[in-house]
């Protein structure tokens, strides 16, 4: 079956410029996360999701950046005003179950931002 | 916080060589500890895992134990070939109210020369 899949897979935009990043969960997912790599760094986490539940926004980096799901399935993070610094690859994952001790999150080929 | 600490890269071996990634973590309660591996061109994917302390997981010649004492889950394999050329991510997840969260190290780079 078909994996998580993400688009576009590269964007480059202008400072100042909104950004949309859109990620298509593995079907019968029902939590969905959002991370970002910055270069040469570890992934951070973003947002999670888990079916109609209020999503866990903690670690949105600043209210520049907003992520919506409609249900389980399509998400499209949004980041506003676009910086240098926003410049990564962001990744999007999908699990089945995040309520089981396995926990598989299986993630999607990421985006990469270049803000110039 | 929740963190992972990973040993410094780039590793740099051998083919047969041993192989040692050391990860130690903090966490609240009792985390769930995986290794994610990216390998060139291609997506972040599951290694292995352990849930509980001294499971240990296993995968593709791969191990960790989870060692609470120490808080640790280094990554190991006795012999390296070259298609194990890869960026290796020790992860974490506390359960509880931030089940389903990852924390990440900041990943090690292995290169593995015939």
């Known amino acids: 079956g078909a994996g998580v899949s993400q688009s576009p897979s590269n964007k480059v935009t202008e400072k100042g410029k909104d950004v949309e990043l859109r990620c298509d969960p593995i079907?019968?997912?029902?939590?969905l996360y959002w991370y970002r790599q910055r270069l040469g760094q570890g992934l951070e986490f973003l947002i999670y999701?888990?079916?109609?539940?209020?999503?866990?926004k903690s670690g949105l980096p600043s209210d520049r950046f907003s992520a919506e799901r409609t249900g389980e399935s399509v998400s499209t993070l949004t980041i506003q005003r676009t910086q240098q610094e926003d410049s990564a690859v962001y990744l999007c994952?999908?699990?089945?179950?995040?309520?089981?001790?396995?926990?598989?999150?299986?993630f999607g080929p990421g985006t990469r931002l270049t803000v110039t | 916080g929740d963190s992972v600490t990973q040993m410094e890269g780039p590793v740099t071996l051998s083919e047969e060589a041993f192989l040692t990634i050391n990860c130690t973590y903090t966490?609240?309660?009792?985390?769930?500890l995986f290794w994610y591996v990216q390998y060139p061109g291609e997506g972040l994917q599951l290694l292995l895992k352990?849930?509980?302390?001294?499971d240990k997981g296993s995968n593709k010649g791969f191990e960790a134990t989870y060692r609470k004492e120490t808080t640790s889950f280094h990554l190991e394999k006795g012999s390296v070939q070259v298609s194990d050329s890869a960026v290796y991510f020790c992860?974490?997840?506390?359960?509880?109210?931030?089940?389903?969260?990852?924390?990440f190290g900041q990943g090690t780079i292995l290169t593995v020369h015939p």
């Open positions: 999701f888990q079916g109609n539940s209020a999503p866990d």
């Open positions: 079907s019968g997912h029902t939590a």
């Open positions: 992860a974490l997840s506390s359960g509880g109210t931030s089940y389903g969260k990852l924390t």
């Open positions: 352990a849930t509980k302390a001294d």
């Open positions: 966490a609240t309660g009792y985390p769930s």
């Open positions: 994952a999908s699990s089945r179950n995040p309520t089981s001790s396995l926990l598989e999150q299986y």
